[in-house]
């Protein structure tokens, strides 16, 4: 609404100052309102909106009353219409029964604020923009009771791991963690690389505490890296709360510690991958859907991958990888698309020794047999032509004899 009364920022401060959150307000005298309703009108010349933004929400979503506003590092954004020549706002945001009141002042018809300075705690708020027009009027902008979910990203830090005693396999894997949320209560996934950080196992998750022990009795004698995902979650707001322990995180509301690898005595295991043998194939030049199929199983455990390369008369023509299991699993190639002719074909697996698979695929052409079927059709022809020949000379040779 528009008041060209100065009396009336008084009357706001003392209403901020006394009214709770979720009190009612009403503005007399020389007012005209400009946006009472948050919703966006379309025909509305002086539209004026509350909206807010988040690190992983760049959409401007609009602020309304009585709603919930969630994400990670929330921004409020208020916008004054062109039309209204706003030359200075103010934002203030409070909660009276906290205590919790905030102010900041900007030249221009927008404003932004960033609600980590809210105490860093998520509560339920009311927000007001004030305006002066180039004329000294005044605007405003109200959202009452809008709670806001502030979900910053952890930052967390995984200690060098530490082996419990002499050749135990027993290991103590710690960290710390920092949240930019004082309600934040923080959960941890816990997981395991034996590939340097290419793949991870999960060792364990949603635990509370900053350490785990991890018994590598049963796992390879290798170099190892461990990675700590670090979640914070609000169990104190009803609006911004989770499950305990949590179902499910905020999008993006998380952070990564890794150590450096480490090396794991555990146990010497032969790696050996075993891969069934292929046929022969055959099919015709330009059909479709051929392919070949082999099984392969390993004693190699996760997380682990074994790349394999394919080569056709002796160049490279496929390479790709597989995830190794102690079950057997089966690997499918396509093979549409060579040309005519014998194709000799080796597939070369990458372990601590390569393991080949050899096989041929024949390409044959349907022109070749459509080119068959006339010559033996032709062969019929001259046959059975040159044998009516021999037939009509004997007979002449027989009459000429009997005449002789």
Known sequence: MRIRSVGFIVIVILWMM????????????????????????????????????????HTQQLVENYSVVAGDHVIINGTFSELLNVTECMLTIWNPETGINATVSNVGSNITFGTYYLDRTNQTYNIIVNGTTNTNDFVIILRENV?????????????APVEVGIDSDIWNLTWSCTDANADDTPYYFVWLSRDAGVTFVLLTHNISSFYYIWDSTDWLQAS???????????????????????????PGDYSDGFTPQFENDGFSFPHYLYVSSVDDVTYEYNSQGNSISLTHSSSVYHPAYVEYTIRDNGSIWIEGTISPSMGEETLTINIDGLSI??????????????????FTINVTSNAVQSTLIPLIALSITVGAIGGIAVIVIFAIYMKTKKKG
């Open 224 to 250: 190892y890296m461990v990675r700590v995902q670090a979640f914070s979650v609000d169990m104190t707001s009803n609006e911004c709360s989770f499950e305990d322990p949590p179902e499910s995180y905020w």
């Open 18 to 57: 006394l009214s709770p959150v979720g009190s009612a307000v009403s503005f007399y005298g020389d007012s005209e309102v400009v946006n009472d309703n948050p919703e966006i009108l379309s025909g509305d010349e002086y539209e004026s909106n509350l909206t807010w933004t988040s690190r992983l929400e």
């Open 341 to 358: 002719g014998i194709h000799q074909i080796q597939i070369e697996f990458h372990m601590s020794e390569f393991v080949f698979v050899n």
């Open 147 to 159: 709670t806001i979910c502030n979900f910053f990203s952890p930052n967390v830090v995984v200690i």
